[in-house]
C-alpha cells in the first residue's frame, strides 16, 4: 500500500506562484511514476505532470512552461512548483502513484493506482 498526502494549496492572485507537496508513504519503492492532477469543477480529471526521474518528465500542454514537478526521493515527496497561475488553473490537485513506467500511459489517470486526497488551488483574477 502507498499512502499520499497533498499540501500548500491555497489562494492566490493570477501570476503568483505555489509550491504543492506530496508526502509518499507505505511501499514507495514500487512506485515508478508520480503524477499531478487537477479537477475543477464540472469538469474531468485532468493531467497535469508526471515525473519518473528528474530528467524524465511530461507536462500538459497548459501548464507547460509555468509549471515545474520534482521529487526528492530521500523524502518520498514530490513537488509541483507552480508560477505565473491563471485563473483557469483553479480545482483541486490531486497526487497520484503508479508502476506504469510509459508516458501515454501515464496521462490517463486510470493508469494510477494510487491518490491523495487532493488540496483545493484558487487563483484569483
Known amino acids: 500500500q502507498v499512502q499520499l498526502v497533498e499540501s500548500g494549496g491555497g489562494l492566490v492572485q493570477a501570476g503568483g506562484s505555489l509550491r504543492l507537496s506530496c508526502a509518499a508513504s507505505g511501499r514507495t519503492f514500487s512506485m515508478a511514476t508520480m503524477g499531478w492532477f487537477r479537477q475543477a469543477p464540472g469538469k474531468e480529471r485532468e493531467f497535469v505532470a508526471a515525473?519518473?526521474?528528474?530528467?524524465?518528465?511530461d507536462y500538459a500542454d497548459s501548464v507547460k512552461g509555468r509549471f515545474t514537478i520534482s521529487r526528492d526521493n530521500a523524502k518520498n515527496t514530490v513537488y509541483l512548483q507552480m508560477d505565473s497561475l491563471k485563473p483557469e488553473d483553479t480545482a483541486v490537485y490531486y497526487c497520484a502513484a503508479t508502476r506504469i513506467l510509459s508516458t501515454a500511459q501515464t496521462m490517463n489517470p486510470l493508469a494510477y493506482g494510487y491518490w491523495g486526497r487532493g488540496t483545493q488551488v484558487t487563483v484569483a483574477s
Open positions: 515525473i519518473r526521474s528528474s530528467v524524465n518528465t
